[in-house]
């Protein structure tokens, strides 16, 4: 089965053309580090991919190519994406959010009864604020870690709010949902601070936000 994935998942990413290979990596960042993504290779990429997704990474991968556009691919090579993303699931915030983090937001239970819609709340300035405040001084490693953002521009936000550790905080929280745009949910910021080195207040906030 490992080896099925993972050969599956090369094969996938050696159809992609180069600039189409780059924009994986783009819609990757935020999830993976992006000192890791850069540079990688396309087996590299791949490795990746199964060791941040052990078993899932065939889902992010078709969550990834839908967003590209590529529903050739997963057609050909029968990505598990169809059933969990039907067309006509018109409350769908963006098709691929959900996807790209390995939890389904559509399609029917056995029987045809749909699921419930995930929530696909976007984050506020408010709730950015909030967030900010409850961040530690280690900011720069969730920037960096689990944000994905550059350090070159975590070092500019700190030199024009100088001596202001909350608003570094939420300026890099704000950096992090103007890349994310659409897909800057409360979920998704969830996830990318789910392994960081965080007071788990700030999880419990998160999950309260996602109730609202």
């Keep these: 089965m490992a080896k099925d994935e993972r050969t599956t998942l090369l094969e996938v990413h050696l159809a992609l053309s180069e600039e189409q290979f780059h924009s994986v990596k783009f819609l990757l960042e935020g999830k993976i580090p992006a000192g890791l993504l850069l540079p990688a290779s396309r087996p590299e990429l791949c490795r990746l991919l199964l060791q941040r997704f052990p078993g899932n990474s065939l ?3 078709a969550g990834i190519l839908r967003q590209l556009g590529r529903l050739d691919l997963i057609q050909r090579f029968q990505l598990p994406l169809e059933e ?12 691929d959010t959900s996807n790209v983090n390995g939890v389904p937001t559509s399609g029917c ?15 506020t300035e408010k709730d950015l604020m909030q967030i900010a405040q409850r961040l530690g001084k280690e900011w720069q490693e969730v920037g960096i870690l689990h944000l994905g953002l550059e350090r070159s521009r975590l070092e500019q936000i700190q030199e ?13 929280l704000r950096e992090w949902r103007r890349r994310e745009r659409q897909e800057a949910t409360v979920s998704q910021l969830r996830s990318c601070l789910e392994h960081a080195r965080l007071d788990p207040g700030i999880l419990d906030f998160l999950q309260s936000l996602q109730g609202e």
Excluded: D, K
């Design 59 to 61: 889902h992010v991968t």
């Design 84 to 95: 969990q993303i039907p067309e006509e699931a018109p409350w769908e915030p963006n098709g």
């Design 109 to 123: 239970r056995p029987g045809g009864i749909p699921p419930p819609p995930v929530n696909p709340r976007r984050l």
């Design 160 to 172: 024009e709010n100088p001596g202001n550790p909350v608003l570094w905080n939420f300026e890099m």
